[in-house]
């Protein structure tokens, strides 16, 4: 059965300090591997897409790195801000399209000043 | 542009009443979806559309129906509401159905049937 398990559930860190992250998967075929940042009563947001190919991309303060071999993913913030309080989602996604998405349960994340 | 838009953002319904979440999208995409959120659970599909007359069923289809009549609009109906479809609703689009195509999402519907 395809999944996607995220660690850990949740996270309280301090404002302008560093986290990861954790995201493993058994979706089989593999296409591509997204995470999404959702804000409080919000619709998800793309923050990057990899392909099987790609094993690290950035968006901003956000470095995300797959290692399709082991079937881990992680989402690295820098200096963390008030703003990236939210729910991290990773999502992966088989060769079928994106009807066929899997996605985690999230990491909720608290920056606290 | 407004990007995916979603009405209405709060609903009660009362078990066995019929409603329509309103979705539509300003980007002349041909993909949409509908998802359910759950606590705790990751989203799930409900159905999708790959363009204007065409829909498929998702992972949870049942007890909702859709259609799609135009590029923007992608409505679904929850006919006989019960309490198993309390749930956060979120329309998405994108340009395309394969491959890394982004996914965009509207701000959702959160729905509560007693």
Not at chain 1, 49 to 65: D, L, V
Not at chain 2, 13 to 25: R, V
Not at chain 2, 58 to 87: H, I, K, M
């Amino acid at each position: 059965k395809n999944q996607v398990e995220q660690s850990p559930q949740s996270l309280i860190i301090l404002e302008g300090k560093n986290c990861t992250l954790q995201c493993n998967y058994t979706v089989s075929p593999f296409s591509n591997l997204r995470w999404y940042k959702q804000d409080t009563g919000r619709g998800p947001v793309s923050l990057t897409i990899m392909t099987f190919s790609e094993n690290t991309k950035s968006n901003g303060r956000y470095t995300a790195t797959l290692d399709a071999d082991t079937k881990q993913s992680s989402l690295h913030i820098t200096a963390s801000q008030l703003s990236d309080s939210a729910s991290y989602i990773c999502v992966v996604s088989g060769n079928f399209g994106n009807e066929k998405l899997t996605f985690g349960t999230g990491t909720r994340l608290t920056i606290i000043p | 542009n407004a990007g995916v838009t979603q009405t209405p953002k709060f609903r009660i319904l009362k078990i066995g009443q019929s409603m329509t979440l309103q979705c539509a999208q300003d980007m002349n995409h041909n993909y949409m979806y509908w998802y359910r959120q759950d606590p705790g659970m990751g989203l799930k599909l409900i159905y999708y559309s790959v363009g204007a007359g065409i829909t498929d069923k998702g992972e949870v289809p049942n007890g909702y129906n859709v259609s799609r009549s135009t590029t923007e609009d992608f409505p679904l109906r929850l006919e006989l509401a019960a309490p198993s479809q309390t749930s956060v609703y979120f329309c998405a689009s994108a340009e395309g159905g394969e491959g890394s195509y982004e996914q965009y999402f509207g701000p959702g519907t959160r729905l509560t049937v007693t």
